[in-house]
């Protein structure tokens, strides 16, 4: 008789890399709740993805597109520092219904946002896919 144990409602059936799922941080996302500016946090929490991404919202809603992009770009890449010390091997899913993953997921957004909207249409298509391969849920949801 052949018997299988449970198997995870997650489990990648076509042997790619499991989901990322980072480390709750919950004390940037408290302190933005409560009222704390983008500036203050990223300064108090600089590894804070969400942070920097708040950041590049807050330029970009009032036309300063160059520094969206600054912000944007450093929310990206401690994403990626974050990510690859739990695991990321440079590719596999990230999802966006894990909230810690929100920030990295946001930062990568508003940097293809800022690359698209100075001209460099390379990086906008590089992390526009980058963003769909690695949460389809985070590409529907950030528009």
Not at 11 to 23: D, I, M, R
Not at 78 to 84: E, H, T
Not at 110 to 119: C, E, H, K, P, V
Request: charged fraction near 25%; hydrophobic fraction near 35%.
């Amino acid at each position: 008789m052949y018997e299988t144990g449970p198997m995870s409602i997650h489990e990648n059936l076509l042997g790619g890399p499991p989901p990322t799922h980072l480390p709750d941080d919950p004390e940037p996302r408290e302190l933005l709740a409560s009222g704390a500016t983008a500036a203050e946090v990223a300064g108090r929490y600089p590894t804070s993805s969400l942070a920097w991404a708040r950041l590049a919202d807050e330029a970009f809603e009032r036309d300063s597109v160059v520094e969206s992009y600054a912000y944007a770009r450093t929310g990206y890449h401690r994403g990626l520092d974050a990510l690859r010390r739990n695991g990321w091997k440079g590719h596999g899913p990230v999802p966006w219904e894990h909230e810690p993953n929100r920030g990295f997921l946001r930062a990568l957004h508003a940097l293809a946002r800022a690359a698209q909207a100075i001209g460099e249409q390379e990086e906008y298509e590089r992390c526009s896919q980058f963003l769909k391969d690695s949460s389809p849920t985070a590409a529907q949801v950030l528009g």
